[in-house]
């Protein structure tokens, strides 16, 4: 057959695959990816043929023996279809780089000539990113890309790529709007650092900003971010690279720059990339845009979300372990575990305490913002000074360690808060009384002072309250009253601004969960749950003990024999107020040595099955810091005094109330009268009816974030009281005479004199 040269590219096979044929068993195409055997009538035949001197019609002309042209045309449109076959000029040298991008699934010729043409700007912020401009613009050039040249070049850079020594340079937030302003990508990149790091790549039209990177990466530097408060500029870290490294960092960022402009794209674009040159490993670390992003999204949403009517819906429970949700914690992980990150994620990391036995399920999940917002100095190594996570299950005690981190990541102020500026004479019928919600007590005002001086940040006693000063309002929505209320903001968002507020931020009635009206519920049954403690616990009643036995939980049941491994005894109390809700106090207590070492746990539930779960599993929380205190009084990971002070000096003898009422028989599940519901809506409703009942208020605040997603509320119900010192007239005085545990109020100097340290 002759062949005939054809002007026009003709068909070939792909660069990066390399035609054999063994007559009798086909064609085998070789690729860096492996061999492919084609077989079929025909195929064998046109194999020889397709090396780009042949267009479709001369190919179906010069039918090899045996062929008709539809079966040519035939064959061709299969391998054309099988993405096997190409267009390419007569004789055309093999082209690696075409054949990379085949590989990679694109147009190898298209890719080449978008490389050919675009153009790149290499800028930099920072000494050491500055000395590397040089480098990274020849390695550039190397691969075959222009650089921009400003005054020449008419258009924008097709792409920037940014040279930085922190991704938190202040100077980034002036290129990201302007290369937003001029519609230019922009890769970010560090060289020096002990990993380099590369991207994202900013796009101007979609995706997040730098503004959206620099937020979590803030985050996740707790240390940090407090010493450049303290010291009023940023924090330098000593640059530490090894010439290597930062070679290969620079050339793998040429790469990324190569690969966006051929038009390669994948997620791994919109993520952080980290290097680790000791072993030679590497991870994406995903950037999510921020809808509330000031720079790149609508700062106005948080303020529209908080204004709208809170709204309940219809959300069917499933399961049980401690607590009725509307999803499964199996779920809750799927949904929301890539919150995890330690570089951008809103969780830095969840992991075991491994102070105690695997049977606590005791998880962590970073600093706990409401054991002190405003600065680590302030942070003791207390039971709560992180983020925790406790349930019957692994996977449970990991969502709620994931929970509770959001939880208190939500109730920071960002600043997108709706606030009204106004003093309280001004708003009345529309604002609730800070004095109704704090619960302080005139004696505590008078001597703060040195009340402040020897107790922690948990039990701080504000200034008294100016209602003819102005301060910062945010409306919380009235689910008895359906209109919205005004709740002081530092009483409702950690670290919200103002000098000397009389107000303190707590996590009291905060919680997340599997949906809205998830979330509100347990807020509410924490608030009922801490009520139900400092009345107990301050005024020292004996409360009638739990037969764990008549519950037959099996998980309890284990628990109990695990802690008697340890040396422990656990019982549990029933604290259960005037508002019927289920509340136990579960304790555990050393048995082999003078010193207790006692510790609690509390639950709140509806089920009174779930509140002794609840409490069980928080007790187990509680327990590794004690874990393995000695005789000697020794091996406590605890430095907060108060603490320290109740394990070493504590004990059921001197502190009587912490044993079961001999007055009363042992509580079983029959004595609540529990009686199940099965939407979650129906529990927000009892919940604003209990409200209504003791004449307060059920108030609620959405403070999910968009950009995560994972449901947050603020509940607050004026009167009930928190666990922590709070002395204020009211419930903490009547209540107990209400129910018989008492025959007349307590006076204010027999209070219990040791706050709650929990």
């Not at 480098?135 to 190397?142: G, I, R, S």
């Not at 258009?155 to 302007?178: H, I, N, R, W």
Request: aromatic fraction near 6%; glycine fraction near 8%; hydrophobic fraction near 40%.
């Amino acid at each position: 057959m002759t062949k005939r040269q054809s002007a026009e590219p003709g068909l070939a096979f792909k660069h990066h695959l390399t035609a054999e044929v063994v007559p009798g068993e086909g064609v085998f195409l070789v690729s860096d990816r492996g061999v492919t055997v084609l077989r079929g009538a025909g195929v064998t035949e046109l194999a020889p043929l397709l090396d780009g001197s042949r267009t479709l019609d001369q190919l179906a002309d010069e039918a090899p023996a045996g062929l008709f042209p539809a079966q040519v045309r035939q064959v061709v449109g299969r391998l054309l279809d099988s993405g096997l076959l190409t267009h390419r000029p007569p004789n055309a040298a093999a082209s690696p780089d075409e054949a990379f991008w085949e590989l990679a699934g694109m147009d190898g010729p298209a890719a080449a000539r978008s490389t050919a043409v675009a153009t790149v700007a290499v800028a930099s912020t920072g000494t050491h990113a500055r000395q590397a401009v040089a480098e990274m613009t020849a390695a550039l050039t190397d691969n075959g890309l222009r650089p921009h040249r400003p005054g020449e070049d008419t258009e924008p850079p097709s792409l920037a790529v940014v040279l930085c020594d922190s991704y938190l340079d202040a100077e980034l937030a002036d290129m990201d709007a302007a290369y937003r302003s001029a519609g230019t990508p922009w890769l970010l990149v560090r060289l020096m650092g002990g990993r380099p790091w590369i991207g994202p790549v900013f796009r101007p039209d979609d995706g997040p900003c730098w503004h959206c990177l620099a937020e979590p990466l803030r985050r996740n530097r707790p240390a940090e971010a407090f010493l450049g408060r303290a010291l009023g500029r940023p924090v330098r870290t000593p640059p530490s690279a090894l010439a290597a490294g930062r070679a290969a960092g620079l050339h793998l960022a040429c790469l990324e720059a190569v690969k966006w402009l051929a038009g390669q794209r994948h997620p791994g674009q919109s993520a952080l990339w980290e290097l680790n040159p000791l072993d030679l490993t590497s991870s994406h670390h995903p950037v999510r845009r921020r809808p509330q992003c000031s720079c790149c999204g609508d700062p106005e949403l948080m303020a529209s979300q908080v204004r709208a009517p809170f709204s309940i819906t219809r959300r069917p429970k499933t399961g049980t372990g401690t607590g009725e949700r509307s999803l499964p914690a199996e779920e809750m992980l799927r949904r929301y575990g890539h919150l995890v990150d330690d570089l951008t994620g809103v969780v830095k990391e969840i992991r075991r305490d491994r102070r105690g036995p695997g049977f606590l399920n005791c998880f962590h999940s970073g600093h706990n913002p409401a054991a002190a917002p405003t600065g680590l100095a302030q942070v003791r190594s207390g039971l709560r000074s992180h983020s925790s996570g406790k349930g019957t299950t692994e996977t449970q005690a990991r969502v709620s360690a994931l929970c509770e981190a959001v939880e208190r990541h939500s109730g920071y102020f960002q600043g997108d808060e709706p606030t009204v500026r106004a003093a309280y004479r001004d708003i009345a019928d529309r604002a609730v009384h800070p004095d109704t919600v704090q619960l302080f007590h005139p004696r505590q005002y008078a001597d703060r002072d040195r009340w402040n001086a020897e107790h922690g940040p948990a039990h701080r006693v504000c200034d008294p309250f100016d209602e003819d000063a102005p301060v910062d309002w945010t409306p919380m929505w009235s689910l008895t009253g359906n209109r919205h209320r005004l709740v002081p903001t530092a009483m409702l968002y950690y670290n919200a601004p103002g000098n000397r507020v009389p107000f303190a931020a707590t996590s009291n009635g905060s919680a997340a969960g599997s949906c809205r009206e998830d979330a509100v519920v347990q807020g509410f049954l924490e608030l009922v749950e801490r009520d139900a403690v400092a009345l107990w616990w301050y005024n020292r009643t004996r409360q009638p003990g739990v037969d764990l036995d008549a519950f037959d939980d099996p998980w309890v049941r284990r628990v109990r024999d695990e802690h008697r491994g340890l040396a422990r005894r656990l019982w549990v109390l029933d604290l259960t107020s005037d508002l019927d809700i289920p509340v136990f106090a579960a304790l555990s207590a050393r048995t082999d040595k003078p010193a207790e070492d006692i510790t609690l746990g509390f639950g709140a539930h509806f089920d009174p099955r779930i509140a002794l779960r609840r409490a069980v599993a928080e007790l187990n929380q509680m327990l590794p810091p004690v874990a393995q205190a000695r005789p000697d009084g020794t091996g406590y990971s605890c430095d907060d005094p108060a603490v320290l002070t109740w394990w070493r000096t504590a004990t059921t003898a001197n502190q009587p109330y912490l044993l079961p009422g001999p007055a009363e028989p042992a509580r079983s599940p029959e004595d609540f009268g529990y009686v199940p519901r099965a939407d979650l809506a129906d529990d927000v409703a009892a919940a604003a009816d209990l409200a209504r009942g003791i004449g307060s208020d059920l108030l609620v605040l959405d403070q999910t974030r968009l950009d995560i997603g994972l449901p947050v509320v603020k509940v607050v119900v004026p009167g009930l009281r928190p666990f922590w010192a709070r002395f204020a007239p009211g419930r903490l005085y009547d209540v107990p005479v209400r129910l018989g545990r008492r025959s007349t109020p307590i006076r204010y100097e027999d209070l219990n004199p040791v706050p709650l340290f929990l």
